[in-house]
């Protein structure tokens, strides 16, 4: 899966064979039809906002493209603060902490700036920085009593190290593939504080400032993620849901008098079905659609999140993929080869055809029967399990 996906394939009008099992009520187009990939279906976007449903995914899967699109997804906030003056009440740790939580433009950044430190520069330069300034004083005019200090008033200015002007005349200047590449993806409003100059969208206030009070500061931006620091975050929330009735049982409402009444529906309750109280419960089930709503900070558009988390998670995969295969000495065609290698190891694309409360699920994961044989794989030393149990010993190959 590589970005958004479309899913506009030929439906077939299966009754109850609706993304999640159920049939939607809130008059919205789930996608039907009878596929073995992931399915996504996107209920709104806009540049700040969107919901989206996936399904034909494991839990794990789904929660993993949540954490990716906070933690992984590379934006540019500034690190380090060099004051120059600053004679506000606010201490400089303050007003530094203030300035990193700024959101700043990073559209493009993934391949318009490089980190820092993959960079050969020493203090930070034009390929894997960006600079602001802000050089504020309050005379007192106006009869004020005090000014605001918001993030409109950074100013960028050049890093050092930027690319020679184009000269129409000489040879084109000499540029590594590297350098050419950022040049060609950097954004022209990289690093402006996000809404500045934009009517309608309020600055963030860092300081207010006294009579006679300035700040002259230089402020350096880095490209980060958010597994490092939260100011790297390209979005502010990801609501994450599945199951909204509770039918697997994942979690204890915990209630005085009425558990319904204490614990109201979600939203994406409309579409599933609701739980039939007469039947037993199925402890097979597994998760069927996920539902999202991401929020940006607006340091890039919410659909360019989205698609980045989803080439990044792909990219984690194969690397452990690479890895696991370089550890075992086993690659894909081995184990095709092999026949029952994977196949029986639980490794069964999903059919999501059946119903959720069917018995079709188990099989549509390949649940149990798919791991037992991964089990059987690895411990009988070459009983037919496949690619690794030829490997002779009962242990895990990736243990050894
Ligand atoms: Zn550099």
């Known amino acids: 899966m ?26 919205i187009d789930v996608p039907l ?22 399904s034909g995914v494991e839990l794990a899967y789904a929660n993993s493209l949540r954490r990716v699109m906070m933690a992984d ?26 300035l990193g939580l700024v959101p700043l433009i990073s559209r493009g950044v993934a391949k318009g700036l490089r980190y820092t430190r993959d960079c050969d ?42 690319p020679p002007p184009p000269n129409p005349y000489g040879p084109p200047p000499d540029l590594s593939e590297d350098d050419r590449q950022i040049i060609n993806n950097r954004d022209a409003e990289l690093g402006v504080p996000v809404g500045k100059g934009q009517p309608g969208v309020a600055p963030i206030l860092l300081a207010k400032m006294g009579k006679g009070q ?26 994450f849901e599945y199951d909204p009735y509770n039918k697997l049982r994942h979690t204890t409402h915990w209630f005085e ?27 097979n089930a597994v998760p069927q659609t996920f539902y999202y709503t991401a929020e940006s900070v607006n340091s890039i558009p919410v659909r ?23 550890e ?8 095709e080869n092999g026949g029952e290698g994977l196949e029986n190891a639980g490794f069964v694309e999903p059919d999501f055809g059946d119903g959720v409360g069917g018995a079709g699920q188990m099989d549509g994961y390949g649940g149990q029967q798919g791991y037992g044989g991964y089990d059987g794989g690895y411990g009988s030393g070459g009983g037919g399990g496949g690619g690794w149990a030829g490997q002779g010993s009962g242990m895990s190959p990736l243990r050894r």
């Open 2 to 27: 590589n970005g958004y996906s479309s899913f506009n394939g030929p439906s077939t009008s299966a009754p109850a064979g609706a993304a999640g099992g159920a049939a939607p009520t809130g008059g």
């Open 33 to 54: 039809g009878q596929t073995n990939q992931p399915r996504l279906l996107v209920r709104s976007l806009n540049n700040q906002e969107t919901t989206f449903h996936l």
């Open 73 to 98: 997804v590379p934006t540019i906030a500034i690190d380090q603060v060099l004051f120059l003056q600053n004679t506000t009440p606010i201490p400089d740790e303050m007003l530094a902490h203030r």
């Open 121 to 162: 520069c020493d203090e930070g330069c034009y390929y894997c920085m960006v600079t602001l300034k802000l050089k504020v004083a309050f005379r007192g005019a106006d009869g004020e009593k005090f000014m605001r200090v918001t993030s409109d008033m950074l100013e960028i200015v050049p890093s050092p190290g930027g």
């Open 214 to 239: 300035e700040i002259d500061i230089i402020c350096k931006a880095y490209k980060g993620i958010g597994k490092h620091h939260a100011k790297w975050q390209p979005l502010s929330t990801v609501a």
């Open 257 to 283: 008098t009425d558990e319904r009444g204490e614990w109201p529906l979600s939203s994406n309750a409309v579409f599933e079905t609701p739980p039939d109280p007469s039947a037993p419960f199925d402890y």
């Open 304 to 326: 360019s999140i989205v698609e980045q988390g989803l080439d990044l998670l792909v990219e984690n995969l194969a690397s452990v993929i690479l890895a696991v295969q370089k």
């Open 328 to 335: 075992t000495g086993v690659d894909e065609d081995e184990d």
